[in-house]
């Protein structure tokens, strides 16, 4: 079984930063690919970034150019460094990792940007 420990969710202004983190503990041999997805009140869980364990990223369009995915192998953390936030951004942020064939998702934590 694997843990998923979420931190660094909060409050923050518009055009102010967050840095998000995800800790895997447990049965981990190596994980795979490790991803944040968000899901915002009355919407779909979408997507937000993804890197593979060789270090390849992607990004939703919404998040380009304003948000950095990173990973700490040894640690087996994810980070979401989360700059010039916008309203929109606002949603409960879920991180998800892949062991092998299983996915597993964190508990969330909460994103809220002011205007």
């Known amino acids: 079984q694997v843990q998923l420990v979420e931190s660094g969710g909060g409050l923050v202004q518009a055009g102010g930063s967050l840095r998000l983190s995800c800790a895997a503990s447990g049965s981990i041999f190596s994980i795979d690919t490790m991803a944040w997805y968000r899901q915002a009140p009355g919407k779909q869980r979408e997507l937000v970034a993804a890197?593979?364990?060789?270090?390849?990223?992607i990004y939703a369009d919404s998040v380009k150019g304003r948000f950095t995915l990173s990973r700490d192998n040894a640690k087996n953390t994810v980070y979401l460094q989360m700059n010039s936030l916008k309203p929109e951004d606002t949603a409960v942020y879920y991180c998800?990792?892949?062991?092998?064939?299983?996915?597993?998702w964190g508990q969330g934590t909460q994103v809220t940007v002011s205007s």
């Open positions: 890197i593979t364990s060789g270090g390849i990223t």
């Open positions: 998800n990792v892949q062991v092998v064939t299983q996915f597993y």
